[in-house]
């Protein structure tokens, strides 16, 4: 018996050991350190239809007009804060090295309204039109900066739905928009 509660003992040991190595491993990460970075961050607001919407934006040092603009979108519950983060200011990195910009809106529901069939994406009983808001931002970006309007990309894959919008010189293309009714991505808007 006592053979039995000792193997039982420290089963619940190693158990709780395993849990605990787990917990520190796969959900606490801490942040990645700041990288030496060249320009600057912008934290902004954007109000449409009677909600405010918040975004990033990084300008690499000598940023020009003209310059492609990458659009970062965060995963489900997150915030274009997060995805910054977690992702090692890579694309910061990256915009330093070649001179676009890069933005990282957040979404105001904890899914993109991305044309699906599943998701949370009401907010204050309402759905909202993630792709009109990105489309506003687009355009505002680029008046305000002079970032070339070019293609964006629409991407789904294993029921997420990961949007970059790449905007760089010479290239044209359309950007998706939904198709409320049928809860399926329907027509385009040309740049």
């Given at each position: 018996?006592?053979?039995?509660?000792?193997?039982?003992?420290?089963?619940?040991?190693?158990?709780?050991?395993s849990a605990a190595g787990l917990f520190g491993y796969l959900i606490y990460t801490p942040e990645p350190a700041m990288p030496a970075l060249s320009g600057t961050l912008t934290k902004a607001?954007?109000?449409?239809?009677?909600?405010?919407?918040t975004y990033r934006l990084y300008l690499p040092k000598g940023f020009t007009k003209g310059a492609p603009l990458v659009m970062v979108l965060h995963?489900?519950?997150?915030?274009?804060?997060?995805?910054?983060?977690?992702?090692?200011?890579?694309?910061?990195?990256?915009?330093?090295?070649?001179?676009?910009?890069?933005?990282?809106?957040s979404g105001k529901s904890f899914d993109w309204n991305d044309c699906?069939?599943?998701g949370?994406?009401?907010?204050n009983g309402r759905e909202l039109d993630d792709v009109q808001y990105l489309n506003t931002l687009v355009d505002m970006l680029i008046?305000?900066?002079?970032?070339v309007p070019t293609p964006?990309?629409?991407?789904?894959?294993?029921?997420?739905?990961?949007?970059?919008?790449?905007?760089?010189?010479?290239?044209?293309?359309?950007?998706?928009r939904?198709?409320?009714?049928?809860?399926q991505c329907a027509g385009s808007r040309q740049f």
């Open positions: 018996m006592k053979q039995i509660l000792r193997f039982i003992l420290t089963g619940l040991i190693v158990l709780l050991a607001t954007l109000e449409l239809n009677g909600e405010t919407y995963g489900s519950g997150q915030n274009g804060a997060q995805i910054r983060t977690e992702t090692g200011y890579g694309f910061e990195r990256l915009a330093d090295q070649h001179g676009f910009g890069v933005v990282y809106p699906s069939k599943t949370d994406f009401l907010v008046a305000a900066q002079g970032f964006g990309v629409c991407h789904r894959r294993i029921g997420r739905w990961f949007y970059v919008l790449a905007l760089s010189a010479g290239i044209t293309g359309s950007f998706s939904c198709g409320r009714s049928v809860g």
